[in-house]
């Protein structure tokens, strides 16, 4: 009867050892797996509340004459149709892809004086872009893109032979991979 209670024993203590091995090994695990899940849903959440549309696009040709330098001037303006305001550090750090359609390349944010480093640019490899939130009449100018608002970008790209009538290329594309594209003609 002593042999049962002893071994009723040790194998009480064994289970109880080898319970608290298995928690120590698997709950952080199961909480690193939390957390993880956690942080992919917010994005992904983020990501699903963050839309825009583009409204109108506007490109100009210059000859060169007047301003002095050939290329084009293009303007895009674009509405946030989503739920998640945008803020200024995401559009600074949002990518501009802007060209002839065939040939196009990714464009450098030049805040804040973009039409005096445009103009003395000597590559075609650079391209300038700035923008500025349009906040609706009477709301504040607090710096944020805000559902309803329009951000306005405009662009300067060196070309050397007229593209009037030809297709441009515009992409923007916020640091959560939301992006959207247009195909529109200069003038």
Do not use: C, H
Request: proline share 6%; hydrophobic share 45%; net charge neutral.
């Amino acid at each position: 009867m002593a042999s049962e209670t002893f071994v009723s024993a040790l194998l009480l203590v064994t289970g109880v050892v080898a319970a608290a091995i298995l928690i120590v090994a698997v709950l952080p695990v199961i909480w690193g797996m939390v957390g993880t899940f956690g942080s992919a849903s917010a994005a992904t959440d983020r990501s699903m509340r963050t839309d825009f549309k583009i409204v109108t696009t506007y490109a100009k040709y210059y000859t060169g004459t007047n301003p002095p330098w050939a290329g084009v001037v293009t303007t895009v303006w674009m509405k946030n149709v989503g739920t998640n305001p945008i803020g200024y550090a995401e559009i600074n750090s949002a990518d501009v892809y802007l060209g002839k359609s065939d040939s196009f390349g990714r464009a450098t944010l030049n805040n804040p004086n973009w039409t005096a480093v445009s103009r003395s640019l000597a590559s075609s490899a650079t391209i300038p872009w700035n923008f500025s939130i349009r906040d609706p009449p009477g709301s504040p100018n607090n710096g944020i893109w805000e559902p309803g608002e329009t951000l306005e970008i405009w662009a300067f790209f060196y070309y050397s032979t007229s593209l009037s009538g030809q297709p441009v290329y515009f992409q923007f594309t916020l640091p959560n991979s939301v992006s959207r594209s247009i195909v529109y003609t200069a003038i």
